[in-house]
């Protein structure tokens, strides 16, 4: 009788000390991004009604004239809510296939060193080719609706995975190689059981990093191909033509959340799926 109680006590008192730590790390990771949101705010209105006299305070329209303007007003939160609803579609298909052909051309070019020399260097030409350049190409095959929104984010989006899965399968431990080679392993065993496991981590990181820039992909060929419904990047476009900048502003807000939020995401499924046997993520829980 008197152990369990012991027992419990043991136990209350663990969990009274786990719960102060939980909050203060909560407080810890939620309260800088919130001061530095308070800084932001501060010198917006700063540059808005210091900086800025009344003639050009449309330039840079106040906080609460951008919340009132985007989003209390129930038409223009129509529209650009819909547009967003676009946005999203075109970054989320294009980042899709980005990382099934990301991931599809790492694999094939980690398997034989020929196929490496073949295939990365037009990886890396893809890359550093202009999208502005190939907008001319896109449009003449594709005309200028929905698919060319989605070809310019799957090319924005296609490189970092390529690139950091191909170094996520070679990082795989040398001696576990021999081992896998000792036991007489097939090359398919090889993959799927040594060199994919290690390369999650750098996967994930490529996802992560495409996901944005699938993002920014969408809202920038609303800008080169404006048939069809209407995505962000079209709201933005359309609104500085008018000197809505009011509108403007909160489209381009709208816009920055969508990338923060499919970064957040890929970040939690990356914590999920590699779990705390990678060191990053185990110098990241107790840092």
Request: net charge positive; charged share 15%.
């Amino acid at each position: 009788m008197t152990a369990d109680l012991s027992d419990r006590v043991r136990g209350a008192a663990a969990i009274e000390v786990r719960m102060p730590r939980r909050r203060g790390r909560w407080l810890g990771i939620w309260i800088p991004p919130l001061i530095v949101f308070g800084l932001f705010i501060g010198f917006w209105y700063f540059f808005t009604y210091v900086v800025l006299d009344s003639d050009r305070r449309f330039l840079v329209p106040p906080p609460q004239a951008v919340v009132q303007k985007s989003f209390l007003d129930a038409d223009t939160r129509a529209v650009l809510f819909r547009a967003l609803g676009m946005t999203t579609s075109v970054a989320m298909i294009g980042l899709a296939i980005a990382m099934v052909a990301g991931v599809t051309f790492a694999v094939l070019m980690s398997q034989a060193r020929w196929i490496e020399r073949s295939l990365y260097p037009y990886a890396v030409i893809l890359q550093c080719v202009p999208i502005v350049a190939l907008v001319p190409v896109i449009a003449l095959w594709f005309d200028y609706g929905y698919m060319s929104r989605v070809i310019v984010c799957v090319l924005i989006a296609l490189f970092p995975i390529i690139s950091n899965t191909f170094f996520g399968l070679q990082a795989a431990d040398q001696d576990q190689h021999d081992l896998f080679t000792l036991r007489g392993a097939h090359r398919l065993t090889r993959l799927f059981k040594l060199q994919l496991p290690a390369a999650l981590p750098a996967i994930m990181t490529g996802f992560q990093v495409s996901a944005t820039l699938s993002v920014i992909g969408a809202v920038v060929a609303d800008f080169f191909f404006k048939q069809g419904e209407p995505g962000i990047g079209i709201e933005i476009d359309l609104a500085r033509s008018h000197l809505n900048n009011e509108m403007m502003f909160g489209a381009c807000i709208l816009a920055s959340a969508l990338g923060v939020l499919v970064f957040c995401v890929f970040g939690a499924l990356s914590r999920r799926l590699v779990g705390s046997w990678h060191g990053s993520t185990a110098y990241s829980k107790h840092s």
